[in-house]
């Protein structure tokens, strides 16, 4: 969610129970401009909250002028000092989902790949290299797993942002916010990363399409069907989209206005049991 | 198309401003630069209006196309300037020329709305002005002076919970709802305390469902208000009862026609325990929201809770949802929720050590563990540094549950009559088949909980670091993700906010299905042989009928020696 929009954003967003404290609040409130500052950032989103075994990361986004890019992501254990995150990689995500559990709350904290690895048979050739290095460092696996969260969950409401032609996505100045009838729908929200879907829509769903405003995939497809609970609070005030994949995200968003973000305050662990819970 | 010589505008002026020449000027000389312009296709400026007339022409011209109507949408494209021209001059947006698309999409679009229609339509009233006024009814006050001073009167201690309070405290380690929701809560649970005869109160949690949530109050009733349940038991003990006398009787009719019974007998039911005791001790209440209606919750069933631990599912919002998983759960969404609660209360509920001692009273058997206790006078809070370091200063209050499903084991083979107060007693008398379970005593302290695998169970920190002398001591469960409990000075509590299942490191893996039943063990009565053919047959007739004669010949033939 926008740093700027910060103590209000986090209203909506409290009915799960995860919140800030007005220490962390005020901390926030203090650094994210300073990242501003410091990183050059246009817009510095607060993403969310990590919970460890023993501490807590707080994690912070920041984006350039083309929002689509890949946003530099900043940790920090108490909201007041910041360190920037390495980009994610591919071999990070593929070792991250080996490994299971909680996070411990401590960045240098190494899980030992070694067990997993002699359970499972058949390494495939390119993790072949890392079976020398059975060790998997935490801040590797908190990037892998921001990462895999924004890439799954992280939503924005249809018409939030435009694509120009030359390719740059912005943000849409004339959004109003969606109408009441449209935030009830899941064909509203949009998965905010590199399209998947988009290519294989039929032409004539794509005929209907505005290349402008539709160029993501909507969370209609989602699999498994029902991962997102969407209710109205507070009568219809606020919509709230929580995501049952990553327990603990949260999105809202006030119908008719510009208002909506998303937060993560959990765990930072997939939920696999969620085909037996629904 | 003009015939006329082109000229240009800005040549005529200079002209006028010249002085004037006594001589008229004729035509252009050959000699004379300009010579030969005036004729049609040698002029530079030949497609430039040249007179106002043609131009006032060719303004009309175009004036006309920008005015000519579109067949599809019924707009023309002179209107449309002239409303995105007044729209920009109107709102004066920075950067016009950049988003000019979007005003002209945008003018298009506010051109479809309806207008002024005989007909008004009614105006739709949006669920946001129910909830309002649901919430606004939280806010009257009913009658309130004198049963203000009745309440009073009546009890010493206050029914009704500072929620603000806890949520004041929770607060600072970042747990809670927001206040306005709180505060709701607060009036809400008023209500309750209003409405039903309520001894002791708490705002238990909220618990997240797929379309609404659960707002849930841990309500202690006042003495005799329970008796509704034992009227329900007693009516399903006589059907079956009748059920029985009914089978016995078609027995006697048709004893060869039906096929053999089955000898299988379910094992029977584990009573739940009795209100008030173990994990009934307290009642609850849900609603869905604030404004919306408390509804009770039916106390627990010891089958309930050991199929809860087995199945994990999201709650709908719906109380009477059907609960759909494997092993099938007896009973609806409502059920599932109250099992639900029971184990995260057995689970997690914790008060610091010291707060609650055991009654003074001496125990019979120390075997069945104290079931209350009370509130401990003297108790000294130690200072939250303390409380962060060691889980011991922090215990249980309330009693685990067993594998059984119930607080107090109970012994299933003894019962055959319901008397429920002989249970304690029967504990190790004969039935040796199960082996009697003890779950740890009340008030132990959650240092003794395990953790899961290299994980301990509880999580302990202090709100801020930065000003120690005001923190408070935060207690979170890392087996139920959600719990949570603070404590400060001499007050502390427990909630829960979360969608209400256990937190386990290996994924969940359900249920296998039972094994197939064993068929009827085979022997020779009911191996399959291969029927006789006729020829068989006959033979075995004809080979009969000569044993038979044989054995008359036979006795014949005794007969005549006789």
């Avoid at chain 1, 690895?117 to 460092?137: D, E, G, H, I, Q």
């Avoid at chain 2, 005791?277 to 050991?306: D, E, H, R, S």
């Avoid at chain 2, 319901?418 to 082996?435: P, R, S, T």
């Avoid at chain 2, 087996?479 to 000075?489: I, K, N």
Wanted: hydrophobic letters at 35%; charged letters at 30%; glycine letters at 8%.
């Amino acid at each position: 969610m926008e740093a700027l929009s910060l103590p209000a954003a986090l209203e909506p967003v409290a009915g799960g129970g995860a919140g800030l404290s007005p220490e962390r609040r005020a901390a926030l409130g203090t650094s994210l401009p300073l990242l501003q500052r410091d990183y050059r950032f246009e817009r510095v989103w607060f993403w969310g909250c990590i919970q460890g075994v023993r501490g807590a990361y707080y994690i912070a986004e920041g984006l350039g002028p083309d929002r689509a890019a890949p946003r530099s992501r900043l940790y920090s254990l108490n909201c007041v000092d910041w360190s920037l995150l390495t980009p994610a990689t591919k071999e990070m995500l593929a070792l991250a989902e080996q490994v299971k559990g909680r996070f411990q709350g401590d960045p240098s904290f190494e899980y030992s790949l070694a067990e997993i690895n002699k359970t499972r048979k058949a390494l495939p050739l390119k993790l072949a290299y890392f079976s020398s290095k059975p060790v998997m460092k935490e801040e590797a696996r908190l990037i892998a797993t921001i990462e895999q969260i924004d890439r799954d969950v992280g939503i924005v409401p249809r018409g939030a942002f435009v694509k120009t032609p030359l390719g740059s996505v912005h943000e849409n100045r004339h959004f109003e916010g969606l109408s009441l009838v449209e935030a009830k729908k899941l064909s509203s929200y949009f998965h905010f990363t590199d399209p998947v879907n988009l290519k294989n829509k039929t032409l004539l769903e794509k005929a209907d399409l505005d290349p402008s405003t539709d160029f993501l995939d909507s969370l209609e497809h989602d699999i498994p069907r029902g991962s997102w609970s969407i209710q109205l609070e507070k009568g219809g005030t606020v919509v709230v989209l929580r995501s049952l994949l990553w327990l603990g995200l949260t999105f809202y968003h006030v119908p008719m206005t510009k208002q909506f973000g998303y937060v993560y305050f959990g765990t930072g662990e997939k939920n696999l049991d969620l085909p037996f819970m629904l | 198309m003009d015939d006329q010589s082109p000229e240009l505008d800005s040549s005529q002026e200079p002209e006028s401003a010249e002085p004037q020449d006594a001589r008229e000027r004729g035509p252009y000389q050959p000699h004379e630069p300009g010579y030969g312009l005036d004729q049609p296709r040698y002029n530079p400026y030949e497609d430039e209006i040249p007179d106002p007339q043609t131009r006032m022409l060719a303004i009309k011209n175009a004036k006309a196309y920008l005015l000519k109507t579109s067949t599809k949408s019924g707009l023309n494209l002179y209107d449309h300037f002239a409303n995105i021209l007044t729209k920009i001059l109107d709102e004066q947006p920075t950067n016009t020329v950049d988003i000019i698309e979007n005003i002209s999409k945008d003018v298009k679009w506010a051109q479809f709305r309806k207008k002024m229609d005989t007909l008004r339509d009614e105006p739709l009233i949006p669920p946001t002005f129910e909830a309002a006024e649901n919430c606004k009814a939280l806010f009257i006050q009913e009658g309130g002076e004198e049963e203000h001073e009745g309440v009073e009167e009546e009890m010493g201690q206050p029914a009704l919970p500072n929620v603000m309070e806890a949520a004041f405290y929770f607060e600072q380690a970042g747990i809670g709802l927001n206040k306005d929701e709180s505060y709701y809560i607060f009036l809400a649970l008023k209500n309750l305390i209003r409405v039903q005869p309520i001894q002791t109160c708490r705002f238990w949690g909220k618990i997240l469902g797929l379309e609404m949530n659960y707002i849930i109050a841990e309500v202690q009733l006042r003495e005799g208000e329970e008796e509704e349940e034992t009227g329900e038991e007693g009516e399903g003990t006589t059907a079956e009862g009748e059920k029985e006398t009914g089978e016995a009787g078609e027995e006697d009719e048709e004893k060869a026609a039906e096929p053999p019974k089955s000898t299988y007998k379910p094992p029977p039911p584990i009573p739940k325990e009795p209100n008030g005791t173990g994990t009934n001790k307290y009642v609850y209440f849900v609603c869905n929201g604030p404004g919306k209606p408390w509804v009770k919750l039916p106390p627990v069933t010891p089958a309930q809770i050991v199929c809860a631990r087995k199945i994990k599912k999201f709650f709908t919002g719906w109380l009477d949802a059907p609960v759909v998983s494997f092993p099938p759960f007896p009973g609806n969404e409502a059920n599932y929720l109250r099992a639900q609660i029971a184990r995260i209360s057995a689970g997690t509920h914790v008060s610091p050590t010291g707060f609650y001692q055991f009654a003074d009273e001496e125990e019979e058997e120390e075997e069945r563990g104290a079931d209350t206790y009370e509130e401990n006078p003297e108790f000294e809070p130690p200072p939250v540094a303390k409380m962060v370091e060691s889980l011991a200063t922090w215990a249980h209050h309330v009693k685990g549950i067993l594998k059984q499903g119930r607080c107090v084991w109970i012994n299933p083979a003894q019962k055959s009559e319901e008397n429920e107060e002989d249970d304690e007693e029967e504990e190790e008398e004969e039935g040796e088949e199960q082996q009697e379970e003890r779950g740890p005593p009340l008030l132990t302290l959650i240092s003794e909980d395990e953790g899961m695998k290299d994980i301990p169970a509880w999580t302990t920190h202090a709100s801020t670091n930065l000003i120690p002398e005001y923190s408070v001591a935060i207690l979170q469960s890392n087996r139920w993700p959600g719990a949570y409990a603070f404590a400060s000075g001499g007050k502390f509590e427990n909630i829960y906010f979360g969608w209400g299942h256990k937190y386990s490191p290996e994924s969940y893996t359900p249920e296998l299905p039972p094994p197939a039943e064993a068929e009827f063990p085979s022997g020779p009565e009911i191996a399959e042989t291969v029927d006789p053919t006729v020829e068989e047959e006959m033979a075995f007739k004809i080979a009969q009928e000569e044993a038979l004669a044989e054995a008359e010949e036979e006795e014949d033939e005794e007969g005549e020696d006789d």
